[in-house]
């Protein structure tokens, strides 16, 4: 987590627009925000939103904005996302989480049943979604491995973003 401090700037210029889907705590929420311009997060029970957003609050985080609903539908009012973390298993990739990305965005989520879940990488380019990483898990809590999938963006990076993607899959 103290990773985002090393390169603040370098990061947000990498993910401006992120949608995440399951607030919970707010933890995630809190070090997306530090890799992040804006983070828009979808949580679907109230008492989980008001908790976090007062959490945001007292620790000064205004570059976040919770709100309550259904994540498969995503949050097209504010579409398209450069990046969308969803936390919840789904069968397949919602189609209307799809149709936010930008192009070139990127979209991670854990496809299949509770237990034994591939988390699945979905990547926009024009009108064509390609799945560009998988890797399977059966526990949960993996949060650097998803960080990372979100801040990679090219093998031959430059030093900097090297150490960023080397500390947070480590």
Do not use: M
């Amino acid at each position: 987590i103290g990773v985002a401090n090393f390169y603040p700037d370098r990061l947000v210029d990498l993910i401006d627009h992120v949608l995440e889907i399951g607030t919970g705590s707010g933890y995630q929420t809190a070090v997306l925000a530090r890799l992040s311009a804006a983070v828009i997060s979808i949580e679907r029970h109230q008492s989980l939103a008001d908790k976090a957003a007062a959490r945001f609050r007292d620790l000064g985080i205004d570059n976040v904005q919770v709100v309550v609903g259904d994540g498969t539908d995503g949050w097209p009012d504010r579409a398209p996302f450069t990046r969308i973390l969803v936390t919840a298993g789904a069968r397949a990739v919602p189609q209307a989480l799809q149709s936010q990305l930008a192009d070139g965005g990127r979209l991670v989520i854990p496809i299949g049943p509770p237990g034994l879940q591939t988390l699945t990488t979905v990547e926009r380019q024009g009108d064509h979604y390609v799945v560009s990483g998988q890797k399977t898990w059966n526990t949960l809590g993996q949060y650097a491995n998803w960080i990372f999938c979100l801040v990679r963006t090219d093998q031959n990076a430059p030093k900097p973003q090297q150490g960023i993607s080397f500390l947070l899959i480590d």
